[in-house]
């Protein structure tokens, strides 16, 4: 090969190159700041909850669905109702992107909140989300595998406490895998939430 020739083809090489970093950085910045997506979804470990219908439900009734997953607790005051309720109005949107959505709240107040408790939790913001619970053996692994986290007050208080968490939802892929996560907004005076227009909209580009 000529010298000319493999200049030309070093050039070639060396503009592909940078076309492809340049594609490849135009899809990841095609989400939101806001949400992260897994490059590679993570596996989520076995667990086994109650649903506020009673029933136990496991990894199995993952599988197949995408669900979005949010933490939260039936006396909490702010993120746990504002969020809840952007959900519900957008699980319409979301099942239109992939009918098999499902949006499922996680109590992480073992303590008070009850499978009946939570069941009219649930139903009062939308009769098909689904509510989990667990004592806090069991609910603690799950929280931490799934990236986020919550802390409640020692035994000896009874009553009246908040529970600090993550604010975040994560979405598990119909293979039962840890996906992505959105995360909420932070602004000054306000209420750290979840925008449902950046669900709606990077749900979308996921699925693409």
């Given amino acids: 090969m000529k010298k000319s020739q493999s200049i030309y083809v070093v050039i070639i090489a060396l503009i592909s190159f940078i076309l492809g970093i340049s594609l490849y950085k135009g899809g990841q910045d095609s989400v939101d700041p806001t ?29 197949g669905k995408w669900s979005f997953l949010f933490l939260g607790y039936l006396s909490c005051p702010d993120i746990c109702p504002m969020t809840m309720m952007k ?27 009850t499978v009946a408790k939570v069941a009219q939790y649930v139903d009062y913001f939308h009769p098909d989300i689904i509510g ?60 750290p939430t979840i925008v449902p227009e950046i669900v709606v909209k990077d749900f979308k580009i996921i699925q693409q």
Avoid: C, W
Avoid at 98 to 108: H, L
């Fill in 35 to 63: 949400t992260l997506v897994y490059k590679s979804p993570r596996g989520l470990k076995s667990f086994a909850m109650q649903s506020h219908t009673g029933s136990v439900f496991t990894n199995e009734q993952l599988q």
């Fill in 87 to 113: 959900l519900s109005q957008i699980l319409p949107e979301l099942k239109q992107v992939a009918d098999n959505s499902q949006v499922v709240f996680v109590s992480v107040d073992p303590k008070r909140d």
């Fill in 132 to 191: 989990l619970r667990a004592e806090h053996k069991d609910l603690y692994p799950m929280v931490r595998d799934l990236g986020l986290m919550y802390s409640i007050p020692s035994n000896d208080i009874e009553d009246n406490y908040y529970v600090d968490h993550s604010g975040s939802i994560v979405l598990i892929n119909p293979q039962g895998q840890i996906h992505a996560m959105f995360k909420p907004v932070v602004k000054a005076g306000e209420v």
